[in-house]
């Protein structure tokens, strides 16, 4: 029996005592200097960079708090939803004609698993101990593949989601209380507002209308008029002069704490 540095080694009889065996590593022992206790020397080091790293992340995470949105709302189908971005490819997929609709099955399942197939394929199919890319022609085009197909589809779809009015639907909302016997939200009901801007007012399609800041005057002519922005549009208003004064008066209600 031969004694190590906190260590035994038993010997076998299987095996002959003559002969160096090239596979067991040399003792600690022949090292001095280079090496230290696992505890409570090398336990104690990682343990503070780990705290390091811990109390930076949670100095991260309270300067920079994650973008909540509202409450889920199970009655608003105005509302989309959108993936993080690094979901945003597969998003963007599932758009095209070939991939969604009665084809949804084929980008959802069909695609990605090829995709995903291929790529843990091929370490089976390349055996190759070549290190190079270039020396490496199937698995080197396949990530290219694979590397080009995110970043088109994300960068697709951040190009053509319209990322204002996420931000808008998804905003939390400041509640209001209101009448909803009143001569007013009878006619915002009535009118058809109801369908853009929520029956709480809370948004859709159109923007909320809860503390706007606008005045009776200007909330009349955007009725009318539509808005600059290109938000609304003009001539939906339908109603007589009278309605819309008792409606920008109901609106411009909202404001107030």
Not at 13 to 18: E, G, L, N, P, Y
Not at 63 to 70: T, V
Not at 194 to 215: K, R, Y
């Amino acid at each position: 029996m031969q004694r190590g540095k906190g260590m035994k080694f038993v010997g076998d009889s299987r095996i002959k005592a003559s002969g160096k065996m090239p596979n067991v590593p040399k003792d600690y022992s022949e090292y001095p200097g280079k090496t230290e206790a696992f505890w409570p020397n090398f336990l104690l080091k990682e343990w503070m960079i780990g705290s390091i790293f811990l109390i930076g992340y949670l100095i991260v995470t309270v300067a920079h708090p994650s973008p909540l949105e509202r409450e889920a709302d199970p009655t608003d189908t105005m509302y989309i939803p959108v993936p993080d971005w690094y979901f945003l490819s597969m998003y963007q997929l599932l758009k095209y004609q070939f991939a969604s609709g009665p084809f949804n099955i084929i980008g959802a399942l069909v695609m990605p698993g090829i995709a995903i197939g291929a790529l843990m394929l091929v370490p089976f199919m390349d055996t190759s101990k070549e290190r190079r890319p270039f020396k490496r022609p199937l698995p080197t085009a396949f990530m290219l593949l694979a590397f080009a197909a995110l970043f088109y589809l994300t960068w697709e779809s951040v190009e053509n989601h319209d990322w204002e009015a996420a931000k808008t639907q998804g905003a939390i909302r400041e509640e209001v209380e209101f009448d909803m016997e009143s001569e007013g939200y009878e006619i915002y009901s009535g009118a058809s507002c109801i369908t853009c801007h929520g029956d709480s007012f809370e948004g859709g399609l159109g923007l909320p209308l809860v503390n706007t800041g606008l005045t009776v005057e200007e909330i009349a002519d955007i009725a009318v008029n539509g808005s600059e922005n290109g938000k609304m549009a003009a001539g939906l208003w339908d109603g007589t002069d009278e309605e819309l004064q008792v409606l920008s008066e109901f609106i411009e209600s909202l404001n107030k704490e």
